[in-house]
């Protein structure tokens, strides 16, 4: 057969296997912050196991010291300062307008 009549072939590229996000010596610890960190979105949600590229085990352990740290304060429960300042500002603007009608 020649190969332009075989359009369906896809064609074999080499891929580099990414690194696991925690390594075997990495100890998933409430205490462990700077590994704790890298699981936890900007607005303080934790990220999913798909965006992780975790096992599930490591997931649960990571989701269980994540709580664990909250609950002791070392992390926050919601990062949202600057959301918080831009309702408020607008909030005063926005009273502003409807009392001076």
């Not at 429960?77 to 408020?88: D, S, V, Y």
Request: hydrophobic fraction near 35%.
């Amino acid at each position: 057969m020649d190969k332009s009549k075989r359009p369906f072939l896809k064609s074999k590229r080499s891929f580099r296997r990414r690194l696991p996000p925690i390594q075997s010596g990495d100890r998933i610890d409430y205490r462990n912050m700077n590994l704790i960190s890298r699981f936890i979105s900007e607005q303080g949600k934790i990220l999913s196991r798909r965006v992780n590229r975790l096992t599930l085990k490591q997931q649960r352990l990571i989701t269980i010291a994540i709580k664990q740290a909250r609950i002791l304060s070392l992390l926050p429960f919601l990062n949202n300062e600057k959301q918080f300042e831009i309702t408020a500002s607008t909030a005063r603007t926005a009273g502003l307008r409807t009392r001076n009608k």
